[in-house]
C-alpha cells in the first residue's frame, strides 16, 4: 500500500543526509526490498479522482489530509490502516517531490490514485472488524503519549510512520479548519 513508494522516499532521504551510509551494498539491499513488493490491487482509478502535483507542497498536502480524514470516517469499526497508509504514501509522494525529485513522485500517482480509489469505496461488510482506538487527547508529540504506549509493540513502523507523515503533512497543508477536524479523530490513527 504505497510501500515501496514509502521506503525508497525514506531510503534516499537517509542517503541525502548521511553519504557515506549509500553503499553499494545497502542501496542494492534497498533495491531489492522495493522489488520484492508485489502490488497489493490493482484497481483502475476513478476518473474523477486528480490530486494536485505532488510538488504544490500545501495543496497536496491538504487533499492528503481530507482524503485520509473521509477515510477515518469510513472505516470506523474496520481499523484505520486505510488513514494510516493514505497518510504515509500519499506524504512519502510529496516528500520526494519536495526533495527535487518531482518526477519520481509523479510516476506513483497513478498507484496513488488507485489506493485513493479503493480507499474511497470503504470497507467491505464481510470485512474483519477491529475495536476502535478510545478518544484521546494525547499526541504523539507528547512524552506522555509515549509512556502510556509502555512496551505494546511498534508492528512495522506505523507506530512512526503515521505521526511522521501526519505531523509533516499538517504543517505544509497550513489549513487550521483542517488541522481542527483532525484534531478531532487523529486518536483513530495513533
Request: charged letters at 25%; hydrophobic letters at 35%.
Amino acid at each position: 500500500v504505497g510501500h515501496n513508494a514509502i521506503f525508497a522516499m525514506l531510503a534516499i532521504k537517509a542517503f541525502r543526509m548521511l553519504p557515506s551510509a549509500a553503499t553499494p551494498k545497502r542501496i542494492d539491499g534497498v533495491c531489492a526490498l522495493v522489488r520484492a513488493m508485489t502490488p497489493w490491487r490493482d484497481d483502475v482509478p476513478d476518473r474523477d479522482i486528480a490530486p494536485p502535483p505532488f510538488s504544490d507542497r500545501p495543496a497536496a498536502s491538504r487533499y492528503i489530509l481530507k482524503e485520509a480524514s473521509d477515510a477515518v470516517d469510513r472505516f470506523v469499526g474496520y481499523g484505520q490502516g486505510f488513514a494510516g497508509h493514505m497518510l504515509t504514501f500519499g506524504q512519502s509522494l510529496v516528500e520526494l517531490a519536495a526533495m527535487g525529485d518531482a518526477q519520481w513522485a509523479d510516476s506513483c500517482r497513478t498507484a496513488f490514485c488507485k489506493y485513493v480509489t479503493v480507499t474511497r469505496r470503504g470497507p467491505k461488510p464481510d470485512d474483519k472488524r477491529y475495536t476502535d482506538h478510545p478518544p484521546t487527547k494525547l499526541r504523539p508529540n507528547q512524552s506522555t503519549y509515549w509512556e502510556k504506549r509502555g512496551e505494546r509493540s511498534v508492528g512495522i513502523g506505523h507506530v512512526f510512520k503515521y505521526p511522521y507523515a501526519w505531523y509533516n503533512l499538517l504543517e505544509h497543508a497550513n489549513d487550521p479548519a483542517l488541522e481542527k477536524e483532525w484534531d478531532e479523530k487523529a486518536h483513530h490513527v495513533f
